[in-house]
C-alpha cells in the first residue's frame, strides 16, 4: 500500500459545482497534512494546512479523520481558475520529511 | 519579495554527463528540499537542509546525486554519470525554519537526458 494514496481523476465538473476529493495514508503515526496546488508544468503551492477539527478558506473545506487515516478537499462554487492538480501532503510526527500523493486533477469546464 | 529561484530551467544532457543544478531559497529560509518529479508521479524527496545540521540524505536514488548547500543559502543538487531514468524536473523549496511551515517551491529544472 502506497503512503499517501489519491485518486488520479481527472475528477472533470462544470463551474459552480461542488467537488470532494479524499486522500488516505497508511503510517498512523502522521502528524501533519497539507494540501497543495499545482497547475500545469507550474511548481506546487500550498492551499491549505489541514487542522483536526477541519478548517474552511473561503470556497474550501479541509478535513481529517484520523480513525479511517484520510483527509479530504471540498471545493464549492467550482470555478474555471480551480482546474489544476491537487497534491495531498502528509508528515509523520518528529519528522521533517514529508510524503507527496500523486495528486489528484480537477478539470471545470464552463 | 523575490521568490526561491532555480537555474537552469531546461537542461538537455547526453547520457554518462555530469549535470548541476542550482537553488537559490527566499533569503532568511533556514530549510530547504530538493525534489524529483516525474511525469505522472507525486514529489519524491531527495534531500534536506535544516541550518548547519547535516543534511537528510535519505531520499538520494543512487551516489551518483549529491548536493550541497554553501552558506546555509544557495544549493546545488549534482547528478553524476546520467541515466535515462534521471529524466524529471528537479523541484527545490525552502521553508522558514524546520516544521510545519509552508514550502515555498521554485519553478523546476526540467532535466532530460538523451
Known amino acids: 500500500r502506497k503512503e499517501v494514496e489519491q485518486d488520479p481523476g481527472p475528477f472533470n465538473v462544470p463551474e459552480g459545482a461542488t467537488v470532494a476529493f479524499n486522500c488516505t495514508y497508511s503510517?498512523?503515526?502522521?502528524?501533519?497534512f497539507f494540501w497543495y496546488r499545482q497547475d500545469c508544468r507550474k511548481e506546487p503551492k500550498l492551499l491549505m494546512s489541514?487542522?483536526?477539527s477541519g478548517n474552511e478558506d473561503g470556497r474550501f473545506t479541509a478535513q481529517l479523520n484520523r480513525a479511517s487515516q484520510y483527509i479530504s478537499l471540498l471545493i464549492r462554487d467550482s470555478k474555471l481558475s480551480d482546474s489544476a492538480t491537487y497534491l495531498c501532503?502528509?508528515?509523520?510526527?518528529?519528522?521533517?520529511?514529508?510524503?507527496f500523493g500523486r495528486g489528484t486533477s480537477l478539470i471545470v469546464h464552463p | 519579495g523575490a521568490g526561491v529561484s532555480q537555474s537552469p530551467s531546461n537542461k538537455v544532457t547526453e547520457k554518462g554527463k555530469d549535470v548541476e543544478l542550482r537553488c537559490d531559497p527566499i533569503s532568511g529560509h533556514t530549510a530547504l528540499y530538493w525534489y524529483r518529479q516525474s511525469l505522472g508521479q507525486g514529489l519524491e524527496f531527495l534531500i534536506y537542509?535544516?541550518?548547519?545540521?547535516?543534511?537528510?540524505k535519505s531520499g538520494l536514488p543512487s551516489d551518483r546525486f549529491s548536493a550541497e548547500r554553501t552558506g546555509g543559502s544557495v544549493s546545488t543538487l549534482t547528478i553524476q554519470r546520467t541515466q535515462q531514468e534521471d529524466s524529471a524536473v528537479y523541484l527545490c523549496a525552502s521553508i522558514l525554519a524546520g516544521g510545519d511551515y509552508e514550502q515555498y517551491f521554485g519553478p523546476g529544472t526540467r532535466l532530460t537526458v538523451t
Open positions: 537542509f535544516q541550518g548547519n545540521s547535516a543534511p537528510d
Open positions: 501532503v502528509v508528515k509523520p510526527g518528529g519528522s521533517y520529511i514529508p510524503t
Open positions: 503510517n498512523s503515526a502522521s502528524q501533519s
Open positions: 489541514v487542522y483536526s
